[in-house]
């Protein structure tokens, strides 16, 4: 009985050390900290919250360096990627980028003092493309469940697609993407997203409620 | 034989059906006109009240009057997972409702969730959507909003259903309507003005949403994995070369029917 112990012991330091050996955090862990973090700095800082600039600026620094934002920007265009030159695709993927932060922050900024779960992660430790899922629990309904879809790079695990209560925010943009392409080609659709970013950032200049 | 006021009406619809429109929305130009009649009808009423009941009364209040609509819902939440087969989640709900009833006082206080006894969401369409019948068209329906023929004739089942409906006299039955109806409007105050940043063309966003979730709901979450995105991105996906990146992540789109 001893030995089993032993052995099982031993396993569970080997297993430790192995995964502290690990170059990066495993996605889950990942997710966990930055939405700590996040949440976090906006509970201390009441300043932020009000601040719209300010909370896109936390954003940047600290949520954006994990997001593959050119691929994200590919899976919504769909087919109509490949439309693009490298010119248009760069900015596309800017436009789109400002206007998933600036809505991001507005998320945030709602739901902040909500209670949040973390699940473990389901996954071999070979995968390399794997679904992180939180829950956001909220009193006298039913928790939102938010879907992180993350993939290995060689730059670390990043994410690629965010579902929010089972709704997939790159397929639910691909619609729009798509009858905008149709209509008025892809400098439409640059130009419609940029309209719409400006119009947002004059809002936001205004002070919030 | 009389020809039934459904398929006259479906007649009309299918008059309205444009030709390149999405598939799964051939009544698009009807459904935008009843959507503007919508949107008109929240600013000018549902989202002023709202929004002075969010600000004018305390979260604590407010949650009291979520839970007591929401403890009466679990009744039919707990009969739709049963006709789903699925005994377990059933049996919780009447569970919930059963403590919220009473160490709960009549449900204003969420006394299940404390314990663990988490809520659940389900409705009549979700569990003809469990038994096979798929979406059907999609349909704006006047007032309530994003639906689809599955879903309206689920709505139609539940609204039939609505133990609030019982209430007497009928002047107390139709406040508690209106406090329901007040109170799911308030909670969605953020989320439609997310959606309003968000889209470039409200409808389709709110669409396209209203589809995902509803699909997602059926499945409890679980849906069989949208092949769509996976095979496109067995093509591969660009990956940025520069650490850029972007976010989301918004709870889009609740609609009438989660509660």
């Given at each position: 009985?001893?030995?089993?112990?032993?052995?099982?012991?031993?396993?569970?330091?080997?297993?430790?050390?192995?995964?502290?050996?690990?170059?990066?955090?495993?996605?889950?862990?990942?997710?966990?900290?930055?939405?700590?973090?996040?949440?976090?700095?906006?509970?201390?800082?009441?300043?932020?919250?009000?601040?719209?600039?300010?909370?896109?600026?936390?954003?940047?620094?600290?949520?954006?360096?994990?997001?593959?934002?050119?691929?994200?920007?590919?899976?919504?265009?769909?087919?109509?990627?490949n439309k693009a030159d490298a010119e248009q695709k760069k900015r596309l993927t800017e436009e789109f980028k400002t206007l998933l932060v600036r809505t991001y922050a507005s998320a945030l900024a709602a739901f902040a003092e909500q209670k949040l779960e973390f699940r473990p992660l389901r996954a071999k430790p070979t995968d390399t493309d794997v679904t992180v899922n939180v829950r956001v629990l909220q009193p006298g309904a039913q928790p939102v469940p938010i879907d992180y879809s993350m993939e290995k790079t060689a730059h670390g695990w990043k994410v690629y697609d965010v579902m929010v209560g089972g709704v997939s925010l790159v397929a639910n943009?691909?619609?729009?993407?798509?009858?905008?392409?149709?209509?008025?080609?892809?400098?439409?659709?640059?130009?419609?997203?940029?309209?719409?970013?400006r119009t947002l950032e004059a809002a936001g200049a205004a002070p919030q409620k | 034989m009389r020809l039934p006021a459904s398929a006259v009406l479906l007649a009309f619809l299918a008059a309205c059906a444009t030709a390149d429109g999405d598939p799964r929305d051939p009544f698009e130009g009807f459904n935008r006109g009843v959507y503007k009649f919508n949107e008109a009808v929240d600013a000018a009423i549902a989202r002023p009240v709202a929004t002075a009941y969010r600000d004018l009364l305390h979260e604590e209040i407010r949650s009291r009057v979520r839970n007591f609509f929401s403890n009466i819902a679990d009744l039919f939440i707990g009969v739709n997972n049963l006709l789903q087969g699925k005994l377990q989640d059933g049996v919780e709900d009447w569970a919930r409702f059963a403590f919220n009833s009473t160490f709960g006082l009549l449900g204003i206080h969420d006394v299940a969730s404390d314990m663990g006894i988490e809520k659940h969401n389900e409705d009549f369409g979700q569990t003809l959507g469990r038994w096979g019948v798929g979406d059907g068209p999609y349909l704006v329906l006047p007032i309530l909003g994003s639906s689809t023929l599955r879903d309206g004739v689920?709505?139609?089942?539940?609204?039939?259903?609505?133990?609030?409906?019982?209430?007497?006299?009928?002047?107390?039955?139709?406040?508690?309507?209106?406090?329901?109806?007040?109170?799911?409007?308030?909670?969605?105050?953020?989320?439609?003005?997310?959606?309003e940043e968000a889209a470039l063309d409200k409808y389709v966003f709110q669409r396209d949403a209203y589809l995902q979730r509803r699909r997602s709901l059926i499945y409890d979450?679980?849906?069989?994995?949208?092949?769509?995105?996976?095979?496109?991105?067995?093509?591969?996906?660009?990956?940025?070369?520069?650490?850029?990146?972007?976010?989301?992540n918004l709870r889009v789109v609740q609609h009438a029917h989660d509660r």
């Open positions: 009985m001893r030995t089993i112990a032993k052995a099982a012991l031993c396993l569970f330091a080997a297993l430790l050390l192995a995964s502290a050996q690990g170059q990066e955090a495993t996605p889950d862990v990942l997710v966990k900290n930055v939405t700590l973090e996040v949440v976090e700095l906006i509970a201390k800082d009441k300043e932020i919250r009000g601040n719209r600039n300010k909370l896109i600026e936390l954003i940047n620094e600290k949520v954006l360096p994990h997001f593959n934002f050119t691929g994200m920007t590919a899976l919504a265009m769909g087919q109509s990627w943009y691909r619609t729009e993407f798509n009858n905008t392409v149709r209509e008025s080609g892809i400098e439409g659709l640059i130009k419609s997203l940029s309209a719409k970013n | 689920g709505t139609a089942a539940d609204i039939y259903t609505d133990p609030v409906g019982d209430f007497r006299p009928i002047r107390l039955r139709n406040s508690a309507v209106a406090l329901r109806l007040v109170s799911v409007r308030a909670d969605l105050l953020d989320a439609s003005r997310i959606l979450g679980r849906p069989p994995r949208e092949e769509r995105i996976r095979e496109e991105r067995s093509f591969k996906t660009p990956v940025n070369v520069e650490p850029a990146a972007g976010v989301d």
